[in-house]
Nanobody, 117 residues
Framework: QVQLVESGGGLVQPGGSLRLSCAAS????????MGWYRQAPGKQRELVAS???????SYADSVKGRFTISRDNAKNTVYLQMNSLKPEDTAVYYC???????????WGQGTQVTVSS
């Protein structure tokens, strides 16, 4: 079973950028659909972006044009480049690895992103 560790969160001013990383170990990373989710206080966890094993990406409407998901199968890592950050992007961001045929799977521990001046 895959294990996931996120990193790269922090405090950033509105309009700034951050890059989140999610390192996977313990399984065949390349076959998983990888997703980035976020959960703000008092809100449900929501899907932000995903990337399939073939590299097909999808994004929530709220982040289209600002966030980019990518993966490096040689490094067993998925990234989320976040640009033009807004205060409403503040949340704990989680990485998820979904095996073939599943919509969700293993979760990472999460990394806090705070957008504030």
């Amino acid at each position: 079973q895959v294990q996931l560790v996120e990193s790269g969160g922090g405090l950033v001013q509105p309009g700034g950028s951050l890059r989140l990383s999610c390192a996977a170990s313990g399984s065949i990373f390349s076959i998983y659909t990888m997703g980035w989710y976020r959960q703000a206080p008092g809100k449900q966890r929501e899907l932000v972006a995903s990337i399939t094993s073939s590299g097909r990406t999808s994004y929530a409407d709220s982040v289209k044009g600002r966030f980019t998901i990518s993966r490096d199968n040689a490094k067993n890592t998925v990234y989320l480049q976040m640009n033009s950050l807004k205060p409403e992007d503040t949340a704990v961001y989680y990485c998820n690895a979904a095996p073939p045929g599943y919509s969700s799977g293993v979760w990472g521990q999460g990394t806090q992103v705070t957008v504030s001046s």
